[in-house]
């Protein structure tokens, strides 16, 4: 077993909670490196659906420790949330969960400013994010003066000096930008922070520590992307992108080890295409064919509940995450979504100004004026809900996988076929048993 990464290759929402979750057994450290609550994996655990945002999804592996690397925006309001919605559902957390000291967090201004920003922002300009305050808190990282990373959030008396100075600040710039102070109260966003801060605190260490003495000792790490390698702040559709390096490349910065320890990358996709938020998506179906996907496939995003936009799977986007990435391996999920479709599309190529493209170029407007070139595959009846052999995918559907592989130039070894856990289809890999949530009886952090 080797060092693993699973990255979504597409604007997110590819089912990496469910891919995570089955390998998670055979992993003893589970790590976020990037992005913050503006992600969120469901799993689901028998009749139990987990929506998780910041917690890394080896949380609900009793043989897994949850990482929170140093790369991740850290909203501690959100994951005190998430703590305590875990231990009411009996979920273990102790410790299991270790959260870097060097994370910088997110606050209540920093959301604040990612809704008055986009607010502003002219139609058509607006990145759609999830309002979760990730840009305006790597914006501060960057800035570095008055940023706010966990070990301040540990030392009351110095954070309440910082806020004493960024609260004030922040509320004229945001009068004088937006028209409007955001209603930021200090002592508010104070008692918020150290309450939260309270909660954390047992948890807080050198999470590039912890991990670099465990690999030592032979443990084997899972790295969780969160986003999705379209959405990577230098790769990605720019600027309808989040604010961080989604793919393998964030790990050694996001996570504190050596990112070249990673032999496995599995990247993740559908077997068609969801974006949400603004931003050009070449092979979307704003018809009839698009609705029936969206409702199919329960499409509206975890985090904010937005229906998303759906489409053909985007063949030109996946080869270039693919091969961005590294991905040695595909993960395709959703594939029982497109039973009943008397035929199915692949966007193989992109046309602009009479120009074909059969990569991604770097200017949004560009993309935007794209018009998709789309090949059909024979659809298929037959439901393969629940399916978990290869061998009984009726012919149609092998023939689409099949061209899918020789397109992105790597095979695809996992087959969603539901939602559930065992509904799946693994190839030459072997899933982990059944989830090893330990239930204890506590309620509350
Ligand atoms: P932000 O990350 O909230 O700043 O949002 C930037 C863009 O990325 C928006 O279009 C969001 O909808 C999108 N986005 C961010 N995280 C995710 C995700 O986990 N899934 C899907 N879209 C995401």
């Known amino acids: 077993m080797d060092h693993t990464c699973v990255i979504g290759l597409a604007w997110g929402d590819e089912g990496k909670g469910k891919v995570i979750d089955l390998l998670c057994p055979h992993y003893q450290q589970v790590v976020r490196y990037n992005g913050g609550a503006n992600a969120g994996h469901t799993v689901c655990v028998g009749e139990q659906r987990f929506g998780l945002h910041l917690m890394p999804t080896g949380i609900l592996h009793s043989g897994a420790t949850?990482?929170?690397?140093?790369?991740?925006?850290?909203?501690?309001?959100?994951?005190?949330?998430?703590?305590?919605?875990?231990?009411?559902?009996?979920?273990?957390?102790?410790?299991?969960?270790?959260?870097?000291?060097?994370?910088?967090?997110?606050?209540?201004?920093?959301?604040?400013?990612?809704?008055?920003?986009?607010?502003?922002?002219?139609?058509?300009?607006?990145?759609?994010?999830?309002a979760r305050g990730i840009g305006p808190c790597y914006a501060d990282k960057m800035r570095r003066h008055n940023a706010i990373r966990v070990c301040d959030l540990m030392d009351s008396e110095h954070l309440s000096e910082t806020l004493e100075t960024v609260v004030p600040q922040r509320r004229k710039l945001f009068a004088a930008c937006y028209g409007d102070d955001g209603g930021l109260d200090l002592d508010q966003v104070r008692d918020e922070l150290l309450t939260a801060a309270n909660h954390l605190r047992p948890y807080v260490c050198d999470t590039g520590v912890h991990l670099r003495e465990r690999i030592a000792a032979g443990d084997i790490v899972l790295f969780e992307g969160a986003n999705g390698v379209m959405l990577d702040v230098d790769h990605g559709t720019y600027p309808f992108v989040t604010s961080s390096s989604t793919g393998p490349h964030g790990i050694g910065g996001g996570a504190g080890v050596p990112g070249a320890m990673v032999r496995q990358v599995i990247g993740v996709a559908k077997a068609y295409a969801t974006r949400v938020g603004g931003g050009p998506f070449v092979s979307e179906l704003t018809d009839a064919t698009g609705d029936r996907i969206r409702e199919k496939g329960r499409e509206y995003g975890t985090t904010t509940g937005r229906p998303r936009r759906c489409g053909w799977l985007d063949g030109v986007a996946l080869r270039y995450a693919a091969e961005l990435?590294?991905?040695?391996?595909?993960?395709?999920?959703?594939?029982?979504?497109?039973?009943?479709?008397?035929?199915?599309?692949?966007?193989?190529?992109?046309?602009?100004?009479?120009?074909t493209w059969n990569t991604v170029p770097a200017d949004a407007r560009l993309l935007e004026r794209a018009a998709p070139v789309f090949e059909y595959h024979k659809g298929w009846s037959d439901d393969v809900r629940g399916l978990q052999s290869f061998e009984a995918l009726p012919p149609e559907a092998k023939t689409y996988l099949a061209r899918i592989e020789s397109l992105i130039g790597c095979p695809v070894t996992v087959i969603g076929t539901g939602p559930s856990r065992d509904e799946c289809i693994c190839r030459g890999r072997r899933a982990g048993p059944a989830t090893t949530a330990k239930l204890t009886g506590e309620t509350d952090v």
Not at 70 to 99: M, S, T, W, Y
Not at 107 to 115: F, L, M, N, Q, V
Not at 327 to 351: N, P, W
């Open 325 to 355: 990435v590294g991905a040695t391996e595909l993960g395709l999920l959703h594939l029982d979504t497109l039973s009943g479709f008397k035929r199915v599309g692949i966007c193989t190529a992109y046309q602009v100004d009479g120009k």
């Open 66 to 130: 949850a990482v929170i690397g140093p790369g991740v925006a850290l909203d501690p309001v959100v994951l005190v949330d998430e703590i305590n919605g875990l231990r009411a559902r009996g979920i273990h957390v102790g410790d299991n969960l270790k959260i870097s000291d060097r994370a910088h967090v997110v606050t209540a201004y920093h959301k604040i400013e990612d809704r008055l920003s986009e607010a502003l922002a002219a139609e058509g300009g607006r990145i759609g994010t999830t």
